[in-house]
């Protein structure tokens, strides 16, 4: 199955980005990502048979995240696959340090794939017809976070849908 860690946003921020995703649909067109699919990719972890799946379940519902807030402050597009993403204009450094930080644990149970950079974002749209965001205004995010998910993402017939396995502890 393939596996993801993610950030899941708290309700509120959630109906706030989608808001973003449909000023920036108006703007830029393409496929708009559902409310209830944005998130925040820590890590992608590829295709992992069933056996691993469960024991990276265990791992990440005993894995300590030191909690933080993130301020998404700017737009950015990825121009191959045609995506629209808020994101900050800086890399967030508590945010880099927890994506290294899972990183590390996740290449000591066997996991490759560690991309040469990571730059946090949110994708709002995919396809998108324009990739030019700078009449957007500037978004302006407070986003709490205290756990990681670890996420199975599938295609059922029309799209990706996102299913938790496993969170994080609240500590
Ligand atoms: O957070 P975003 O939406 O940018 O694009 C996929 C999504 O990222 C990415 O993993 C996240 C959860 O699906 N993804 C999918 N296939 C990928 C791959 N082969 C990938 N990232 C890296 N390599």
Request: aromatic share 8%; glycine share 8%.
């Amino acid at each position: 199955m393939r596996l993801f860690l993610a950030l899941m946003p708290p309700p509120a921020l959630r109906r706030r980005l989608g808001e973003l995703a449909e000023w920036a649909h108006a703007h830029c067109g393409g496929r708009r990502v559902p409310d209830e699919s944005l998130h925040l990719t820590l890590a992608f972890l590829g295709e992992i048979p069933e056996a691993q799946a469960e024991a990276l379940s265990t791992w990440v519902a005993g894995r300590d995240v030191p909690e933080g807030e993130w301020r998404p402050d700017a737009w950015g597009a990825f121009r191959r696959p045609g995506i629209v993403w808020v994101g900050s204009q800086t890399p967030d450094r508590a945010l880099v340090s927890l994506q290294a930080s899972l990183w590390h644990d996740l290449e000591r149970q066997g996991i490759t794939g560690r991309p040469s950079r990571f730059i946090p974002h949110v994708t709002l749209l995919r396809r998108a017809r324009r990739l030019e965001t700078a009449g957007l205004t500037p978004p302006d995010l407070v986003w709490p976070y205290r756990q990681v998910a670890l996420v199975r993402s599938f295609t059922d017939q029309y799209r990706a849908r996102y299913q938790t396995l496993a969170r994080s502890p609240l500590t």
